[in-house]
């Protein structure tokens, strides 16, 4: 299943103000698991940073890690890359409208995009698994990186993160590999010049529940009609706290194993 119509329709739907753009990126917030596990990991790194910090943003998407990154009050700079035009073009308005002047974004390819030791944090969410040449892309995020500075990936595991294991086809569609194993992401970072390297499972019990029920249930209902627009806030209604307390302990809980991947890898110095 391709479901970037699916979010298109929404992002349109939520960008004809700046008041509905940011009630959209509080409800995916609120509704995305990998969120939740994003920001802790971001407030765990940065609660004994006093500098003020140059982020990368790779693979921008829509704008929502980045607006959560450049309202850090340390937050000096902030780039935005992806290689949609649409949406470079469409969070530069964004962001201009809301006077968010800390943060830019440009149209750029992570396979060859390199700022030799110009960012402490990039930020890589759900990109990973849809780039072919990905070692490419990791000796170019140490190169950016400055000495201790970090590199935090949210990615699939190979345990179904793409639900390939259900189903004939990932259902992302464009994914170009199902998910990574521990030991190969680990290796390709290593390989890149990382050294002190952190994996952990998220989307254990718990979230695969909450992911199918608050995102893949109904992305493929909206997918065989736009009616079900109408019958969504209903279920929300129902099914939200249920949601949260998966989420809750997903996020608090140690996983043997999960659909999802968190890698926070940091450069040392040399």
Known sequence: MQYDPIKRSLGNIFNKTPFLRKLFYRLLDIL???TWHIKKAIRTWNQNTHKSLEILDAGSGFGQYSYFLSGLPNVKQL???DVKVEQINDCNAFFKKINR???TFKIGDLTTYQEKEKYD???????MEHILDDQIVFNNFFHS???HG?????TPSDQGGSDAQEEHDSFIGEHVRDGYAIKEIEEKLNK???SQINTSYVYGVPGSISWRLSMKYPIQLLGISKLF???LPFYYLILFPFCLILNYFDVIGKHSKGTGLIVKAIKDKR
């Open 32 to 34: 995305l698991l990998r």
């Open 79 to 81: 780039t935005g890359i």
């Open 101 to 103: 002047t800390n943060t």
């Open 121 to 127: 944090l990039i930020l890589c969410v759900d990109v």
């Open 145 to 147: 990186l400055k000495p």
């Open 150 to 154: 970090m590199l935090l990936i949210s």
């Open 192 to 194: 890149s010049g990382f």
């Open 229 to 231: 627009f109408v019958i």
